[in-house]
């Protein structure tokens, strides 16, 4: 069964920092171009960011979190990460990691290019 499961969510100041992990299991990851989604309460799901499986596996992300979140992979764990600083209030939301084509341009970091289901999500709340 292919399964991705996000962890590391949680709640945090403006202006904290958690790092998300996303981990596969019965697939290998780096085929794939993978990516981080979020949505808030009432808003459409948004792509946050994505990494693509190309080797030095180039990445993308949404204009409100350049600068401050940054993704990566471990091949060997088979796991993706995002490291989220500087976190802000419009950064809570539900987030997900979700698989994309293989050799899908991760600058193209959008929900609808989405291949197979979603998962539970990690929930990350920044407040005061």
């Known amino acids: 069964q292919l399964r991705l499961v996000e962890s590391g969510g949680g709640s945090v100041q403006p202006g904290g920092s958690l790092r998300l992990s996303c981990v596969a299991s019965?697939?290998?990851?780096?085929?794939?171009?993978i990516g981080w989604f979020r949505q808030a309460p009432g808003k459409e799901r948004e792509g946050v960011s994505c990494?693509?499986?190309?080797?030095?596996?180039?990445?993308g992300y949404a204009d409100s979190v350049k600068g401050r979140f940054t993704i990566s992979r471990d091949n060997a764990k088979n796991a993706v990460y995002l490291q989220m600083n500087s976190l802000k209030p419009e950064d809570t939301a539900m987030y997900y990691c979700?698989?994309?084509?293989?050799?899908?341009?991760?600058?193209?970091?959008?929900?609808?290019?989405?291949?197979?289901?979603w998962g539970q999500g990690t929930q990350v709340t920044v407040s005061s």
């Open positions: 979700a698989i994309l084509p293989p050799g899908h341009d991760a600058t193209l970091c959008v929900a609808e290019k989405v291949s197979g289901s």
């Open positions: 019965g697939f290998t990851l780096n085929r794939y171009t």
């Open positions: 990494i693509s499986n190309s080797i030095g596996g180039n990445t």
